[in-house]
């Protein structure tokens, strides 16, 4: 939900030229993502449980290596973070956002969704405590991960609710956003990556 990138990529297509179209289909094509990851994890977590709805022990080894895998990235973005007031790299795709079409701009989405490692170990570590707490129940595991999916969303999705409903504002908000957000990119995910990945390493060894 608080991934910087993602939600710096919605402000950036805000104030390009085709603000209106490549920020919707952005943000639709962010939530399909992480939603078809979700369920499927979770679905076929959930189809290897035991008779009795409870995980398996290869769930636990899952969680095991996901947190652990969190932890690690956790590290690598402390790393490589700014330091003092030095300005952070900025990704080259972010300079052509402004040339973007709404089939890019939902390209873009589904990559930073999918194929980003940071994200997508998020959705897959989603989609497996999901399939835990569901208990053997597909309609469950279906429901969360919508549940999941929209809440990922919500991060994406507020820089539009900002574009709408601030008017004449919008524009010094969304560009006070962006700068903070590109700046403090770093610290921010190494602090999320490593309380979720310690939590994930917990539960898998409950599982274990």
Known sequence: MISPLP????????????????????V???FLSIT??????????????SDDGAPSSWQGWLKVLLGFGLIALAVKQWR???RDDAEPETPKWMAAVDTFTPVKAAGLAALLA?????NLLLAVSGGAAIATAAAGSTGAAIG????????ASAGVA????????AGDRAAHILGNLKQWLTQHNGPIMAVLLLVIGAKLIGDGITIL
Request: hydrophobic share 70%; charged share 5%.
């Open 7 to 26: 939600i710096v990529a919605v402000v950036l297509m805000l104030v390009s030229g085709n603000a209106r179209v490549n920020a919707l289909a952005f």
């Open 36 to 49: 078809a990851v979700t369920v499927i994890v979770s679905l076929a977590a959930v189809s290897a449980s």
């Open 80 to 82: 490589g973070r700014p």
């Open 158 to 165: 507020a820089p539009v609710i900002v574009y709408f409903g």
């Open 144 to 151: 969360a991960s919508l549940v999941f999916a929209v809440v």
């Open 28 to 30: 639709v094509a962010w």
């Open 114 to 118: 999918v194929v980003n490692p940071k």
